[in-house]
């Protein structure tokens, strides 16, 4: 598990407050882009949102980049992207370097033609996914005469991801249905729940991180249990709930 200092810790107990806020899809990244950028000491960030019929990027939000060269991503230079096609791929937080070698980087197109205009030099980007559907994603940049992203960056944006992917599926479900469960709605089914099928007060948090989005292994940092201990737990509250997966389990919560 990643420690974070008091700053670090500050700044992601604000990002969580915005993610658990009924923001609609850019609003939400409106207000946790800068903070998200605070927390990495990052000077760029951009965020999209996947238009799977239409195959294109859109629904941009954006810090510090040129309205110009960003229309001329949407444009023109998605399309010759090297990199976002693999990063796209990932279900957690990557490095650029990661996916294409740098010396390579440095040399194509995207980077000299588009990054470099508005001082783009190191990355990490992070999409979020509901199924096999990409709901939107965080790509974030340092500018030259930095250091690059460290593996701890990246650990700490992964521990933020799936509360964000959370965030944003709740988000477009509300864009698509105002009238759907608010997040104070889902609080209070999964309290509800929770009491009816006689959770334990150690159970409920993890029921509630389960519905959140969080995997075994971030359910296990967050309560500073094992991933054996969480699995233990898991199959208690799937025993209590009669269900068999996480699915069937946040199913039956809403229904609550």
Same mark, same amino acid.
């Given at each position: 598990?990643?420690?974070? =200092?008091?700053?670090?810790?500050?700044?992601?107990?604000?990002?969580?407050?915005?993610?658990?806020?009924?923001?609609?899809?850019?609003?939400?990244?409106?207000?946790?882009?800068?903070?998200?950028?605070?927390?990495?000491?990052?000077?760029?960030?951009?965020?999209?949102?996947? @238009?799977?019929?239409?195959?294109?990027?859109?629904?941009?939000?954006?810090?510090?980049?040129?309205?110009?060269?960003?229309?001329?991503?949407?444009?023109?230079?998605?399309?010759?992207?090297?990199?976002?096609?693999?990063?796209?791929?990932?279900?957690?937080?990557? =490095?650029?370097? @990661?996916?294409?070698?740098?010396?390579?980087?440095?040399?194509?197109?995207?980077?000299? @033609?588009?990054?470099?205009?508005?001082?783009?030099?190191?990355?990490?980007?992070?999409?979020?996914?509901?199924?096999?559907?990409?709901?939107?994603?965080?790509?974030?940049?340092?500018?030259?005469?930095?250091?690059?992203?460290?593996?701890?960056?990246?650990?700490?944006?992964?521990?933020?991801?799936?509360?964000?992917?959370?965030?944003?599926?709740?988000?477009?479900?509300?864009?698509?249905?105002? @009238?759907?469960?608010?997040?104070?709605?889902?609080?209070?089914?999964?309290?509800?729940?929770?009491?009816?099928?006689?959770?334990?007060?150690?159970?409920?948090?993890?029921?509630?991180?389960?519905? =959140?989005?969080?995997?075994?292994?971030?359910?296990?940092?967050?309560?500073?249990? =094992?991933?054996?201990?969480?699995?233990?737990?898991?199959?208690?509250?799937?025993?209590?709930?009669?269900?068999?997966?996480?699915?069937?389990?946040?199913?039956?919560?809403?229904?609550?």
């Amino acid at each position: 598990m990643v420690s974070l =200092s008091a700053r670090e810790s500050g700044i992601v107990f604000q990002i969580m407050g915005e993610l658990a806020t009924d923001h609609d899809p850019t609003g939400l990244r409106r207000h946790v882009g800068p903070l998200i950028m605070d927390l990495l000491k990052a000077q760029y960030l951009a965020s999209y949102v996947w @238009d799977e019929t239409s195959s294109i990027f859109g629904d941009r939000v954006a810090f510090n980049m040129s309205d110009d060269n960003l229309t001329s991503y949407e444009d023109y230079y998605q399309f010759r992207d090297p990199i976002t096609p693999l990063l796209q791929q990932r279900r957690r937080t990557t =490095s650029v370097n @990661d996916v294409m070698a740098r010396r390579a980087f440095e040399r194509c197109e995207f980077f000299n @033609d588009f990054l470099k205009k508005d001082g783009l030099c190191f990355g990490i980007n992070y999409y979020a996914y509901s199924g096999a559907t990409n709901i939107g994603d965080l790509r974030i940049w340092r500018g030259f005469g930095r250091e690059d992203f460290s593996r701890r960056d990246i650990e700490i944006l992964d521990l933020i991801g799936p509360a964000f992917t959370n965030a944003m599926r709740l988000a477009l479900a509300r864009q698509t249905d105002p @009238d759907g469960p608010s997040r104070e709605i889902m609080l209070n089914a999964i309290e509800r729940a929770s009491r009816s099928a006689g959770l334990t007060e150690r159970e409920k948090q993890i029921a509630s991180a389960l519905v =959140s989005g969080r995997t075994d292994q971030q359910i296990a940092d967050l309560c500073f249990i =094992s991933v054996t201990t969480v699995r233990t737990h898991i199959r208690h509250i799937y025993r209590k709930f009669n269900v068999g997966s996480r699915t069937q389990l946040i199913h039956h919560i809403t229904l609550q």
